[in-house]
T-cell receptor, first 111, second 112 residues
Framework: QQPVQSPQAVILREGEDAVINCSSS?????VHWYRQKHGEAPVFLMI?????EQKGHEKISASFNEKKQQSSLYLTASQLSYSGTYFC????????????FGKGTKLTVNP | DAEITQSPRHKITETGRQVTLACHQT?????MFWYRQDLGHGLRLIHY???????NKGEVSDGYSVSRSNTEDLPLTLESAASSQTSVYFC???????????FGPGTRLTVT
């Protein structure tokens, strides 16, 4: 079942912060986050594993709440280069390489 | 450098024709995936493979087939193209145990 992402879209000014959420109705083993710029392929940001710690990638970090089956992506002090569509992909089994992706959150960062 | 490529990048075909989209990766990954991306739907899994001679159906597999005869390639075939299959198709590969997926550049397919 497809995870639900919120919000669907967000507009920021450079330097502002944003949070993107990903929720599933199923018990999750891992959550992946990807960013896709217009006309390009999705690019991997990070993986969060059940029982694992919060992961970080420069000014982008994420958390995974196993009890609520939710993950949140935190973008701090956003830059113009952060613009794009963010997707979460979820796996329900350990060792399962197959992901189910959410519909995406479109982030626009303006000067 | 290792990479994943798709061909063609753009394709226009007619309803009812058979179409094959190629995907080739030099990462030596066992896992390969085909997704379609449509506005408002995100990425939806069509078929996937965990190794040579292994293929599995994803959530939107009707009308599509794949075969895996070697590690590097996973071609996607549309048996009889339909207008509903107009989409952008992405191929991806990943190492074992649920690692990062590396996406190809995509193929934009239009069925008229």
């Amino acid at each position: 079942q497809q995870p639900v992402q919120s919000p669907q879209a967000v507009i920021l000014r450079e330097g502002e912060d944003a949070v993107i959420n990903c929720s599933s109705s199923k018990a999750l083993y891992s959550v992946h986050w990807y960013r896709q710029k217009h006309g390009e392929a999705p690019v991997f940001l990070m993986i969060l594993l059940k029982g694992g710690e919060q992961k970080g990638h420069e000014k982008i970090s994420a958390s995974f709440n196993e009890k609520k089956q939710q993950s949140s992506l935190y973008l701090t002090a956003s830059q113009l280069s952060y613009s794009g569509t963010y997707f979460c992909g979820t796996a329900t089994q350990g060792g399962s390489e197959k992901l189910v992706f959410g519909k995406g959150t479109k982030l626009t960062v303006n000067p | 450098d290792a990479e994943i490529t798709q061909s063609p990048r753009h394709k226009i075909t007619e309803t009812g024709r058979q179409v094959t989209l190629a995907c080739h990766q030099t990462w030596n990954h066992n896992n390969m995936f085909w997704y379609r991306q449509d506005l408002g739907h995100g990425l939806r899994l069509i078929h996937y493979s965990y190794g040579v001679q292994d293929t599995n159906k994803g959530e939107v597999s009707d009308g599509y087939s794949v075969s895996r005869s070697n590690t590097e390639d996973l071609p996607l075939t549309l048996e009889s193209a339909a207008s509903s299959q107009t989409s952008v198709y992405f191929c991806a590969s990943s190492p074992p145990h649920g690692g990062e997926q590396y996406f190809g550049p995509g193929t934009r397919l239009t069925v008229t």
